[in-house]
Antibody, heavy 123, light 107 residues
């Protein structure tokens, strides 16, 4: 059974930092791209960033709204994905989901989703 | 950035009805489109990829169509478990973008 379990959310002050984790199981973690997607309270889904798979050297992409402040990386030994968030703003308040993304035939689409972890940025 | 526009933003329907949601991309994306379902308080669930292919385990009552800029998601014979918010999402280019969502409610 595939599982993605996020952790690390909580309350942080504006300007602060937080690190989220996503523990993966049930699929070959290194073969999959992995994404972070967030959802502000009462709002829609917003893509945050991506870690490509091992074959693509785990290179990353970011949304403009977080580029330079957020960093995505993996620990292959623990089948875990991380999101390091610095210089947090109130508008970063959201539930953060990790997603497992399959790439094949030139298409890369979300397949697996975690339950999410809530990040609240407030003074 | 590619803008994704869904319509309607919400709709009311009865159990047993069929409904169609539309999604328009601001530029051509071929068939690089996915549909995602989300129920209140739950994680998103991927339904469709490449505009019309169903993910494993997704019932055939869900069907997707379109190519280029205009896409549809049709849900036939609505059941109570189908009442949710549906998002389209393009993955043709970065940044990946979602439509604003269509909330399907019980009439």
């Amino acid at each position: 059974e595939v599982q993605l379990v996020e952790s690390g959310g909580g309350l942080v002050q504006p300007g602060g930092s937080l690190s989220l984790s996503c523990a993966a199981s049930g699929f070959i973690f290194s073969d999959y791209y992995m994404d972070w997607v967030r959802q502000a309270p009462g709002k829609g889904l917003e893509w945050v960033g991506r870690s490509r798979n091992k074959a693509n050297s785990y290179t990353t992409e970011y949304a403009a709204s977080v580029k330079g402040r957020f960093t995505i990386f993996r620990d292959e030994s623990k089948d875990s994905l991380f999101l390091q968030m610095n210089s947090l703003k109130t508008e970063d308040t959201a539930v953060y989901f990790c997603a497992g993304t399959y790439c094949g035939g030139g298409h890369c689409y979300f397949v697996y989703w975690g339950q999410g972890t809530l990040v609240t940025v407030s003074s | 950035d590619i803008q994704m526009t869904q319509s309607p933003s919400s709709l009311s329907a009865s159990v047993g009805d069929s409904v169609t949601i539309t999604c328009r991309a601001s530029q051509g994306i071929s068939n690089y489109l996915a549909w995602i379902q989300q129920k209140p308080g739950e994680a998103p669930k991927s339904l469709i990829y490449t505009a019309s292919s169903l993910h494993s385990g997704v019932p055939s009552k869900f069907s997707g169509g379109g190519s280029g800029t205009d896409f549809t998601l049709t849900i036939s014979s609505l059941q109570p478990e189908d009442f949710a918010t549906y998002y389209c999402q393009q993955y043709k280019s970065y940044p990946l973008t979602f439509g604003g969502g269509t909330k399907v409610e019980i009439k």
